[in-house]
């Protein structure tokens, strides 16, 4: 029997409730390694021994500060050793990095978290392991005083986005039993690494141990790690970046204690693991991963956890070290206005010096990062063609700028501009992010002129090369009917008949003479001053000056299509639609001749505007 396909059910319910790839590929991880059972939960401190083993979170914070969640993310833990990382950035930040290298190494000890050995100076081998940790912890003291618990309290807070509290039951127990800690801290004092109350410090350390986090609070404190300090859920700038690239540089090299070595070979993304179960890992520029499970390897790291990092980072494959970019892809056009003008009509004088001169004003469209390559590359483009006088750089489609790429944006505008090269930026607001970046290096150049539009900008170019060349626009002069491109070919005795037809119309600044919609009963030719045609969304269509038509299109359509407003004080012929239809019959000859007129204006337009799709598609 022939059996009928399955009804197509597609909803949008259906759509919605399903899962994002990445959520599904954590999905897959956990019950994968649900079966896991391997290891054992940390007893030597002993209300830790009290976790539940069955316990299994896993969390991933993304940059634009979306938080995947898959099993137990929202059971608290203590976090440990994951502490020690923040704490680092804390000292760095607050003390200066003086202060905390002049005591603390920044070297893999290759020995376990707990290890009591120092290097050949005497001091700690490194923030990660619990030496270097309880020397950061005595610096904060030493500056804060009682203070200093609530100092890392709230810093760590910041990180995570919330209050974070304190496990009073593991506090106690580990500060009842931790003599190797206390060992430790003896060890540093003898050699002037604290100089404080060994008690008083350590029991900083304890308590910062103690912290409770869940897996979700993991991961968005990575996160903010991967996005240099800035909490990508609440914005805030945690850190300074200066401070978190040194912090990823000893989680890299130390995070995984004696197993530091083989994570960063395998793995290749920065981590710290905690001996409450807690594993952080912080993929810079691309996530934060919190997971939770307590039983542990030999190493004192979470067994599920390792296997969670590891099976992310071969899967999307995420190792750090292994990356390629291509600075080729930078520039989405480069063109001249000889094949994409500005939208402003020009009049016969101002077309013919710019036909001469188009190669004087050239426009690089960037997309992506200006980065460190990228940016070089479009110098070296740019160096490659005829100079122009006017170089517009249109950053529109710029999503970030790198300080690499910032500064050597503007080492490349301080040549232009020693070369008399004028560079006008796009597409980029003054309040935005990208603006600031580049003026931080820029600032002092001030001969780059900026336009939000390009169109704008190419505009404003085309106008200085009309003036370098002898011509000159004038807005406040008058213009008559014969002119007008529309009317090109008419005889006095019809053109006299036409203006007979006409009113005179006088309108102020901003005033809107057309408006979308509005059924099209007449149309116009700008005698002075400035108007521009907008869509109703506010792009900005075609600017005209006096000696140009506009609402012309009433010949062909009903209705207007676009707005009409002033830019200046202007004055217009408009000429019924009605009154076209009687001039039409007494002078059949003329009005053939100004359809004639308006579809080459029209197949100009096209062809302009096929070419500027065809910039963005060929290059
Ligand atoms: N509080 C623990 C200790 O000092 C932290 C160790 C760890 O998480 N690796 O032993």
Redesign the pocket.
């Known amino acids: 029997m022939k059996q009928s396909p399955p009804p197509v059910t597609a909803t949008t319910a259906n759509w919605t409730s399903s899962k994002p790839p990445l959520l599904r590929f954590l999905h897959e991880c956990h019950a994968e390694f649900l079966a896991e059972t391997g290891g054992a939960v940390a007893n030597?401190?002993p209300e830790l021994g009290k976790a539940d083993p069955a316990h299994f979170g896993i969390s991933l914070a993304t940059l634009d500060g979306h938080v995947y969640e898959i099993g137990d993310t929202k059971v608290p833990f203590t976090i440990?050793?994951?502490s020690k990382p923040f704490v680092f950035a804390l000292a760095l930040d607050s003390l200066g990095a003086g202060r905390v290298e002049s005591v603390i190494g920044v070297e893999p000890s290759g020995d376990p978290?707990?290890s009591i050995r120092l290097n050949a100076e005497n001091h700690p081998f490194n923030p990660m392991v619990?030496a270097g940790?309880i020397a950061c912890s005595g610096l904060i003291h030493a500056a804060r005083g009682n203070g200093a618990f609530e100092c890392i309290r709230q810093a760590l807070g910041r990180f995570a986005g919330r209050e974070l509290g304190v496990d009073e039951a593991v506090y106690a127990s580990?500060s009842a039993t931790?003599d190797?800690?206390r060992a430790i801290g003896y060890l540093l004092r003898n050699n002037s690494v604290i100089t404080e109350n060994v008690p008083a410090v350590l029991d900083v350390?304890?308590r910062q141990?103690a912290i409770l986090v869940t897996a979700r609070d993991i991961a968005v404190m990575a996160a903010t790690l991967a996005n240099r300090g800035i909490n990508p859920v609440t914005g805030e700038q945690v850190m300074t970046p200066y401070a978190i690239a040194r912090t990823l540089s000893v989680m890299t090299s130390s995070g995984m204690?004696d197993f530091a070595g083989e994570w960063i070979y395998r793995v290749g993304i920065p981590a710290k693991?905690?001996?409450?179960g807690g594993i952080l890992a912080a993929l810079p520029a691309r996530l934060g991963l919190g997971s939770y499970s307590p039983k542990l390897d030999k190493h004192?790291n979470s067994v599920r956890g390792i296997k969670v990092c590891e099976a992310l980072s071969a899967h999307y494959d995420l190792h750090m070290l292994n990356r390629s970019d291509d600075a080729r892809h930078s520039i989405i056009a480069d063109y001249n206005i000889g094949k994409n003008p500005s939208r402003r009509v020009r009049r016969p004088q101002e077309q013919e010096i710019l036909a001469k001169h188009f190669q004087e004003v050239r426009v690089i469209e960037l997309v992506g990062t200006l980065s460190l390559s990228n940016v070089d590359y479009v110098s070296r483009r740019l160096a490659g063609g005829l100079r122009p006088q006017f170089v517009i750089f249109d950053l529109r489609r710029v999503t970030a700028t790198t300080r690499a790429g910032a500064r050597l944006i503007s080492e490349a505008f301080k040549e232009l501009a020693e070369l008399g090269v004028t560079v006008i930026l796009s597409g980029i607001k003054r309040t935005s992010r990208e603006w600031t970046t580049i003026s931080e290096w820029t600032g002092r150049l001030g001969n780059i002129r900026d336009f939000y539009l390009l169109d704008a900008a190419i505009e404003w170019a085309e106008d200085q090369i009309v003036y370098r060349y002898g011509g000159s626009i004038d807005f406040l002069e008058t213009t008559e009917l014969s002119e007008q491109p529309l009317l090109a070919g008419l005889t006095e005795e019809e053109l006299t008949d036409l203006a007979s037809r006409c009113a005179i119309r006088t309108y102020q600044p901003n005033e809107k003479i057309i408006a979308a919609g509005d059924p099209a009963t007449s149309l116009f030719f700008l005698r002075s001053g400035v108007v521009h045609v907008t869509l109703p969304d506010g792009v900005r269509l075609a600017t005209l000056t006096a000696g140009t038509a506009f609402g012309e299109m009433a010949l062909l359509e009903p209705q207007r299509s676009a707005d009409v407003l002033t830019d200046m004080s202007a004055t217009a012929y408009e000429l019924p639609i009605a009154d076209f239809a009687h001039f039409r019959k007494q002078h059949p000859r003329a009005c053939e001749l100004i359809m004639r007129n308006l579809a080459m204006l029209l197949a100009n337009r096209l062809i302009l505007a096929n070419a500027k799709v065809d910039l963005l598609t060929s290059t």
């Open positions: 030597y401190i440990q050793s994951m978290f707990n619990n940790a580990e931790g190797r800690n350390y304890f141990c204690y693991s905690g001996v409450g004192g």
